[in-house]
């Protein structure tokens, strides 16, 4: 009792070794609304469960039915081993080498079934800063919920009797909306420094607050970032881009320090004003596009976070003599490298980022068959949408866009009259500090936020960024 008002006191409510038996709520308790559980999702339960099997729906599933949000997926928990499970379904397929789990296919419906994992060792595998390198047992349901991250992500949900099964206080936290680490803060964050990045997530996804001892070492623990495999860090930042709340996401890490190193573009980009009213104007877009259920583009996405950084090395590259053209190509080589180490961009997102960027200066060539041909180009709607981000951005003339926009609607003899009419100079100069002129009209700018076709039709579409579909 009194080791517990402690714990508390000392904000150590969750800790773990002490949560073996949870605290179960009924369905008038928690409010799930049963229309909102995938039909496939209770199919994988009942089959485990009719096998003898324990079987729950748990993590984000459980989370977002709590918070009365349909999830995008669903997550099933169980004793049964990955072998057991696999044999009990038709189509199912064991992934992974270590720690092996087991897809479910109902169609293109994916369920993901993993075994309950055991508690962490003292002595498991870390390398030099503490980060658990491999961790792979099986375990009890109260060993699972303790390795889970944060209290509202470590509670399951039975379909059979709607019970809600709550280990670590995840209720309250929903209700309060708060964002907990499950144990202690330093020691979660150490063994997994991705979990920094999940906090920062969740608190902007789910609009959450994140609790005062969860909070408090991020800032100092940040650098650990630099140690987890590029890809991993790259997953976990595609879905935070591809949330639906990039933007929120991406002030909140500036908020607490984790942006330094993580993408260093956020370091420039968000303090020059020309680059950051460009990239809030691409994550608009994104975040636009991810609500209404649409396609997002990775390329696309990457290609206008780096914009600036691009069009900086572009100028150097001219400046010291180089021609226009070869000096974006050095630049777009240049900024590409540098993010490979930190991203690990896959080849397939770098070539459509050079792409979009490359096609660029073509827009200014507004003679002869040139924009002909540029129409033709395969990610013509990418490069386009892209030209029409910097116009919203007043990095550039609003007119060039205009007339993008006029020559692709126009019949061919309107094109002829676009062809001849007189240019003014040819658009600013990526990057020059100029304003933008005046807009001739008030609807220009708001074709950039919607940016349909651009990431539609580039096909990076249906990408790794593209999960949450
Ligand atoms: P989303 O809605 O974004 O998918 P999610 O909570 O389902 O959110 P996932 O990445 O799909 O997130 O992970 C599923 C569950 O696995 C989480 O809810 C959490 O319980 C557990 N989990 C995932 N990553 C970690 C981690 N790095 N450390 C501890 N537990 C984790
Ligand atoms: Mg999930």
């Known amino acids: 009792m009194i080791k517990k008002f402690i714990n508390r006191l000392l904000g150590r409510k969750n800790d773990a070794a002490r949560n073996n038996e949870p605290v179960v709520l009924g369905p008038k308790e928690h409010g799930i609304d049963p229309k909102l559980v995938s039909s496939n999702a209770i199919r994988v339960t009942q089959s485990l469960q009719e096998a003898g099997f324990k079987a729950f729906l748990v993590g984000g599933a459980v989370r977002d039915l709590l918070l009365g949000i349909k999830p995008k997926d669903f997550d099933v928990a169980t004793n049964a081993t990955p072998e057991q499970v696999k044999r009990l379904f038709r189509r ?3 992934i992974g080498r270590r720690f092996q789990i087991v897809h479910v296919m109902f169609g293109q ?3 993901e079934v993993t075994t309950f994992r055991g508690a962490t060792a003292d002595d498991v595998p870390k390398d030099a800063h503490g980060r658990v390198l491999r961790d792979n047992t099986f375990g009890d349901q109260h060993e699972d919920a303790v390795r889970r991250d944060f209290t509202i992500n470590a509670m399951y949900y039975n379909p059979a009797d709607q019970s809600v099964l709550d280990y670590h ?4 936290d929903i209700r309060s909306r708060t964002l907990r680490v499950i144990g202690v803060p330093e020691v979660r964050f150490r063994e997994d420094p991705v979990r920094l990045l999940r906090v920062v997530r969740f608190a902007a996804k789910l609009g959450f607050t994140i609790d005062p001892a969860t909070r408090e070492p991020i800032k100092v623990m940040a650098p650990l970032i630099n140690n987890v495999p590029a890809a991993r860090v790259f997953d976990e930042m595609l879905k935070l881009l591809f949330s639906g709340h990039a933007l929120a996401c991406l002030q909140q ?7 330094h190193g993580l993408l260093p573009l956020l370091d420039v980009v968000l303090e020059q004003p020309l680059g950051e009213k460009f990239v809030r104007l691409a994550l608009g877009n994104t975040d636009e596009r991810v609500r209404q259920g649409k396609p997002v583009s990775p390329g696309f996405l990457f290609a206008s976070l780096l914009w600036h ?4 090395k572009w100028k150097a590259y001219e400046a010291a003599g180089e021609h226009s053209l070869p000096a974006l190509h050095l630049a777009a080589d240049d900024v ?5 180490d930190k991203l690990a961009l896959q080849r397939k997102i770098a070539g459509d980022m050079r792409d979009i960027w490359a096609m660029q200066p073509r827009f200014d060539r507004r003679v002869g068959k040139s924009p002909y041909k540029l129409l033709e180009h395969l990610r013509f709607r990418a490069g386009y949408d892209f030209l029409l981000l910097r116009c919203a951005s007043g990095e550039i003339d609003e007119e060039i866009g205009e007339w993008w926009t006029e020559f692709q609607d126009a019949d061919g003899p309107g094109r002829e009259l676009l062809l001849a009419r007189k240019l003014k100079k040819p658009g600013e100069k990526a990057g020059d500090a100029a304003p933008a002129r005046k807009r001739r009209r008030k609807s220009s700018g708001t074709r950039a936020k919607t940016g349909e076709e651009g990431q539609a039709a580039n096909p990076g579409a249906g990408g790794p960024g593209a999960t949450n579909d």
């Open 253 to 259: 890490l500036r908020k607490e320090g984790l942006h």
């Open 92 to 94: 199912a397929f064991i």
């Open 169 to 172: 206080g995840g209720i309250p």
């Open 309 to 312: 950084q691009v069009v900086e």
């Open 109 to 111: 419906d994916l369920i």
């Open 336 to 340: 590409l490298n540098a993010q490979t």
